[in-house]
């Protein structure tokens, strides 16, 4: 019912061919990948899919000569499992490297958030013991001026909770750049002073 709904809202804006930019991966997924699997045959669930973007993908696409100023810093990027999965992690990558991040990207599987999965009672040992093969001991070995990177809400949530470190979204980092490249804020532990 409620894709149905979304296709009929966004009806003029699909058949206009109108990008759409979602900041959630898992959101994205949805448009991009599972109302196709609900609606094969609609058109407009067809455009929708090859309308959507992540943040990176639609600079990398559609506003290739974007500039950034650098950001100077070292950051941790972890891929929330939709990004990896269905999108990939090249654009991320390469609009980090271009603003000059000094990046590690840990081989970390999954935050083992998982939506609500690991708020669940019967999944929270299994949800901690994923976040701490690699990810969360990543994020406490990074230091305290260092980035922590993901653009997926439970990866946030699952970082900030089990380490107290509070993770940036793609966007509040090149908003950090454009910033700090005008001279008006500096990033320290993850925040805008």
Do not use: W
């Amino acid at each position: 019912y409620h894709l149905q709904q979304i296709l009929r809202t966004l009806k003029n804006e699909i058949e206009t061919g109108l990008p759409v930019v979602v900041l959630e991966p898992s959101c994205a997924s949805v448009f991009k990948e599972e109302m196709l699997n609900f609606f094969p045959d609609d058109e407009d669930a067809k455009r929708l899919s090859g309308q959507t973007f992540l943040l990176s993908g639609f600079l990398a696409k559609k506003a290739a000569d974007f500039r950034l100023p650098k950001l100077n810093k070292k950051a941790l990027l972890h891929g929330h499992c939709h990004h990896k999965a269905i999108f990939k992690m090249d654009y991320e990558e390469s609009l980090l490297n271009k603003i000059g991040l000094d990046m590690q990207i840990p081989e970390s599987g999954c935050c083992g958030m998982a939506g609500a999965f690991g708020f669940e009672k019967e999944h929270y040992d299994v949800s901690i013991k994923c976040g701490e093969r690699v990810l969360l001991p990543a994020v406490r070995n990074m230091g305290t001026d260092d980035l922590i990177i993901t653009d997926g809400f439970s990866c946030h949530e699952q970082v900030e909770q089990c380490t107290g470190r509070k993770a940036l979204h793609l966007a509040e980092v090149l908003r950090l750049a454009l910033e700090n490249g005008n001279g008006t804020r500096s990033a320290t532990d993850g925040r805008a002073e």
